[in-house]
């Protein structure tokens, strides 16, 4: 169970702050999770809305940022660059990119349902539960983003295949 919230003490800095809410809510190591999730950039404003939903806040930015870099992967749009990666992988490793992307996704709607319920004790169950879901896809997304960089490190041309324009 997880404590009543942090109230920050007198004479506490904000990453102290920060540390005791991630030990209270269970996460075995707050420092690095500060530092992975940028969480010293947490603005004023959301940290007076709940230093939970704040940090909550930026796992699911970070998170959502991968998800999307998956999804420019699985569904490209017009842009160059996507049209290029997308060709970069082989059905097989596509159908891993797939499996990584929606259990990103989970975490990101996750999020969604204790950002409606709006109470703090669901935005801890979301980090305690995140930190873990996420921590599990870094080995993928680190193979995906290894491969992306050596798609543009190789010299090899553009894909650049002229569809409907009207």
Same mark, same amino acid.
């Given at each position: ?8 003490? !007198? ?24 530092? !992975? ?9 959301? !940290? ?39 060709? #970069? ?71 650049? !295949?002229?569809?409907? #324009?009207?």
């Amino acid at each position: 169970m997880v404590p009543e919230k942090h109230e920050k003490r !007198e004479g506490e800095t904000f990453l102290e702050a920060i540390i005791a809410e991630l030990r209270r809510i269970g996460i075995a190591a707050p420092e690095k999770a500060v530092e !992975e999730f940028e969480l010293l950039a947490i603005s004023e404003s959301d !940290e007076d809305a709940g230093l939970a939903r704040a940090i909550a806040k930026k796992v699911r930015e970070r998170v959502d940022n991968y998800a999307h870099l998956l999804e420019d992967l699985i569904q490209p749009d017009s842009s160059l660059a996507t049209m290029n990666e997308c060709g #970069f992988f082989s059905d097989e490793e596509m159908d891993r990119i797939i499996k990584c992307y929606r259990k990103l996704m989970a975490i990101v709607r996750q999020f969604a349902v204790a950002d409606l319920a709006a109470a703090p004790k669901d935005y801890e169950t979301f980090v305690k539960d995140a930190l873990p879901a996420w921590k599990a896809q870094q080995p993928p997304l680190q193979l995906v983003t290894k491969k992306l960089h050596e798609g543009w490190t190789k010299e090899q041309p553009l894909q650049r !295949e002229k569809g409907y #324009f009207g």
